[in-house]
């Protein structure tokens, strides 16, 4: 791999981020000789530190919106134009790469930026997309939208509507309100549904497309192989090197946040190990401000601690926690299974809701709070969820049990000889043969 430069490219949301920039680490680790992590240039100011690693470096391409997206900017407008601007100086960026003596040889993208691999298509630059979410959602997107029998592909011609309940092989049933909000026609972000289809579309064109995930064998075996048409390559999770190697211990985070962390929490957590709760809030200039005041002047430090941001592998593996209250993002989800915490999954939105059903129904390292009438987790719910974790029931031990035996299983898969480990190792391999196969040195 000693000619191998990885260009990177992902758009700047931190749970965008995060498993990209922890994959050029691991691209690095594993003898990739150049990675180049390219990210959008407002959202590259906007990033606090930059990790330090030989061989790593760090790039932007434009979206359109250099000085950061207006808010009155509809995701319609935004996306036609990062998908017109981020194609045009990708391309450009490729091209200069080259001019400077360090050609691109593989592209990876992630989600959002299906039209990466249009450009390196254009470039005759082999890609991967590395898909940030669970395999159970690649398999619901590639359910939805595959041209072979996918849900609106045998709906888009018909008055009729997607059916109410998805069965999907090597998943339980789900219902409506499982589905990602992305996938529904009717949705709050059915704005997204063309950049999903757009990406299954990519994969179909090609005779084996390449699909990274930030998932492990073990936790999602049965849908992973039930993707034949994809063919899926776990590599996660996609964990900071201090989790895996005490002598790693300067690398507790992915390295590349949007917020500055509080520099408190740890110091409270060591001298408060029974305290009820560290409860994080992002600073905003919106109207939740007067929210965050209420709160904050209602918690006392003998109570609770809130602070804006912190790092948050660094806070799952102090000793002191117990449970994670969570929205159940796919990067969250993960996090908790390698510190083996016990969730309360209280999710809203994109692919939030069916992470919760599997940490509830399938993986059972957690519980999911119910809303009430009108959407609300009312108090005595969260009461109840948290008493279901903590207490000596056979379920509460049940799922402290679980969450241990997913931490162990997590864990190895990433370390030397793990199936995460193992399919990077093979990965790079293949990228390198086809490589020389394409520049006729087999």
Sequence with gaps: MENQHFLLITCPFQGHLNPMLQLAKNLRQAGAARVTFATTVHGLTQI??????????????????????????NSQDMLSELKRAGSQTLTELIMTFSKNCHPVSFLIYTLILPWAADVARYMSIPSAFLYIQSATSLAL???????????????????????????????????????????????????????FQHHIQVLEQEPSPWVLLNSFDCLEEEVIAAIGTISP????????????????????????????KSTEYIQWLNSKPKTPFLWIIR????????????????????????VPWCSQMEVLVHESIGCYMMHCGWNSTMESLVAGIPVVGLPQFADQTINA??????????????????????????????????????????????????????????????????????????????????????
């Excluded at 606090?48 to 900017?73: M, N, R, W």
């Excluded at 595959?146 to 888009?156: I, K, P, W």
């Excluded at 211990?249 to 590349?256: A, F, P, W, Y």
């Design 283 to 306: 600073s905003s200039d919106n109207k939740d401000t007067e929210f965050e005041e209420m709160v904050r002047e209602k918690v006392n430090k003998e109570k609770g601690l809130i």
């Design 357 to 442: 059903k599997m940490i509830e129904e399938v993986w059972g390292n957690g519980v999911r709070a119910r809303v009430n009438e009108v959407g609300i987790v009312e108090a005595e719910e969260i009461r109840r969820c948290l008493e279901v974790v903590f207490g000596s029931g056979e379920k509460g031990q049940e799922i402290r049990s679980n969450a241990k035996k997913w931490s162990g299983l997590a864990l190895h898969a990433v370390k030397d000889g793990g199936s995460s480990h193992n399919n990077l190792k093979a990965f790079l391999e293949n990228v390198t043969t086809s490589a020389k196969m394409i520049n006729g040195c087999i």
């Design 48 to 73: 606090k530190t930059f990790p330090s690693l030989d061989g790593l470096y760090f790039a932007s391409f434009t979206d359109g919106f250099d000085d950061g997206i207006k808010h009155t900017t």
């Design 233 to 260: 390559i776990p590599i996660g999770p996609l964990i900071p090197f201090a989790l895996l190697d005490k002598n790693h211990q300067s690398d507790t985070s992915c390295g590349c946040a949007l917020f500055e």
């Design 141 to 195: 997107c590639h359910h939805f939208f595959n041209r072979h029998g996918g849900v609106y592909d045998l709906y888009n011609s018909s008055e009729n509507k997607p059916p109410s309940s998805i069965q999907v092989p090597g998943l339980p049933p789900f219902e409506t309100e499982d589905i990602p909000s992305f996938l529904l026609p009717n949705g709050p972000h059915s704005s997204l549904n063309p950049v």
